[in-house]
């Protein structure tokens, strides 16, 4: 069995990927990666809050490595950061590093890259499974996730915040991928197969920064 760390986006396809993973018998899944912004204390993109992330990885019942980068980082800074910890992951025995990229080859090319040189063997779970079918497959199989990031260029801004569902699905524009896979959106997962309990959230405020709309998903308490 390969010793394999999952990028943790904090979204469902990553999430769908930590099932694929599980059912692989070639795979041993020894933890999750997530990149935090380091100025709001959030996942990139997805805006998890770090409390939330990490009833997520205690959910998954898996270690979660968290990678601080600052706001605003130069990709020169970020590739450095990310090589930093792709030879620490090598040092330690980590054979694979698993991805939840679904088909935006120049994203694929680029994670390929960093890790050319490290031994380490990037795989792609989801790679090219299309993406109406694997909503669906998510969906059918109890994947509940929040929209927590809105393009409003591509995506009207009133979809912010509501659950990612077949409703959903059937009301956004056709042109935008059910998976978000271009920016249209991102998510906050928090039930499905991949984790061993639900985690209750409520929805808090909306804002737009730097040009995107960003909803809060707020854990519950109790």
Not at 42 to 63: E, F, I, K, N, Y
Request: glycine share 6%.
């Amino acid at each position: 069995m390969k010793k394999t760390l999952l990028s943790w986006s904090s979204g469902k396809d990553s999430g769908w990927a930590l099932h694929a993973l599980r059912e692989d018998p070639e795979i041993n899944l020894c933890g999750l990666f997530t990149v935090v912004n380091e100025s709001y204390d959030r996942v990139s993109m997805h805006a998890t809050r770090m409390d939330l992330l990490l009833d997520q990885a205690a959910a998954a019942g898996l270690p979660l490595e968290v990678i601080t980068i600052p706001h605003p980082c130069s990709s020169e800074e970020c590739d450095a950061i990310m090589r930093k910890f792709c030879d620490s992951a090598a040092a330690d025995g980590i054979e694979n590093m698993a991805f939840g990229d679904l088909f935006l080859r120049d994203i694929r090319n680029y994670r390929e890259t960093q890790l050319q040189k490290t031994g380490i063997r990037p795989i792609f779970p989801l790679w090219n499974i299309p993406t109406d079918i694997l909503a669906a497959e998510m969906l059918a199989a109890g994947v509940e996730a929040y929209i927590s990031c809105v393009d409003p260029q591509q995506l009207p801004a009133s979809f912010a915040g509501r659950r990612w569902s077949r409703e959903f699905l059937n009301e956004m524009p056709k042109n935008v991928d059910p998976c978000g896979e271009n920016g249209e959106f991102h998510t906050v997962v928090v039930g499905g197969p991949m984790l061993n309990r639900r985690i209750a959230v409520r929805i808090g405020e909306t804002i737009e920064r730097e040009g995107f709309v960003f909803t809060d998903i707020i854990p519950l308490r109790p």
